[in-house]
Each structure stands twice: as C-alpha cells, then as structure tokens.
C-alpha cells in the first residue's frame, strides 16, 4: 500500500517532534501515537533502541528503532512525520519476523518451526520428536543468526513511501502558463 508525506523536514526537525511527543527517554509512548502502524505485527516494545535519524534517498527522514522482547528477535522497524503527524512503518524486505504469521520470531515456536520451512532454513521432512528433539534450541539457534538487510528495507521504505507536494508546476512554456495542481504527484 503506498503512503505518502507531505512535508520534508531535517533529522533535526524530525527529533524535535519527536522528543514533543515522548517523555523521558522512552520510545515506547510513540507507540501510542503510531498504533495502527505498529500493532499489525505482534511483538513486544520492551527492549526498544532507536538507532539513527537519517533522510532517506527519496527525501524522507526517519528514526530507525529495533524492538522487542527478551525472548524475540528485534523486529526493525521507523518513525516518520507525514507533515501532519508521526507515523510508523515496518518494512517486510530484508527484516527479520514471521511473515506468515506476522509476529516477532520468539513469539509462538511452532509458528517459527514452520516459517523456517516454508522460507528454505528447515528441511521440509524434518519432524521432531517431543521425547528426543528440543525445538525451541532448534528454532532458537537458527533465529538468532536472522539478521536484518538494511540496504532491503530502507529501499522499500523509499519505494512504499512517497512525496506528496501541494503545487506541481505542469505545461511549461512561459512564466504566463504555470498551472498549479492541488494535491497532485510531484
């Protein structure tokens, strides 16, 4: 689905609405001012670390955050502004959760036991028996090596989320026949 934002701004910029928006140093309240961005995917803001602030290549700043429990894989995740408020996106290229069933790694074993099978990391004979195999050492040490392909999803970010600009200058032969569009594509 694409989004858009209507306003670029600084990293700067983007901190100061930040930080106007989260007391202490807590990022999880942004959690409440992002919800329907966020609670898509199961997992846990227990262990949240925003990383950096950058602009990325389509001109969109955004906070990087890692997030989740002790017992799950950080799900990566940003926090942007859309020129009227925060909003929140998890990128499915290059990160690191159970897409099948939309949550955090760590979160349901067997859910893991299968999303591993169904992306190539466990045999798809592969059975376990509960009285010889430990399945959650299994999962757990083939998910703790996951890692997240930054380049994947700040390029889908840039892809998904796009400018919207109030004015597109169209037809353009003289200063006489500038058109303003409201509301159209830049």
Known sequence: MLRTFSKMISTDELKNIINSHKPYDSYD???????????HIEFSSENEEAEEYLTLENGLSVLEIWSGGDWEISLHYIIYYDGEKLRAYIPVDGNTYNKTFNSA???????????????????????????????????????????VDKNKTRSEISRVIRFRSKYVIMNVESTSDIIFKFNSWY
């Open 29 to 39: 309240v942004l959690t409440i001012h992002t919800p329907k961005d966020l609670f």
């Open 105 to 147: 790694f760590g979160n349901d074993i067997e859910h893991d036991f299968l999303e591993l099978q169904r992306i190539g990391l466990i045999d798809k004979n592969k059975i376990f028996n509960e009285e010889e195999d430990d399945i959650d050492m299994y999962v757990t040490n083939i998910t703790d090596n996951l890692t």
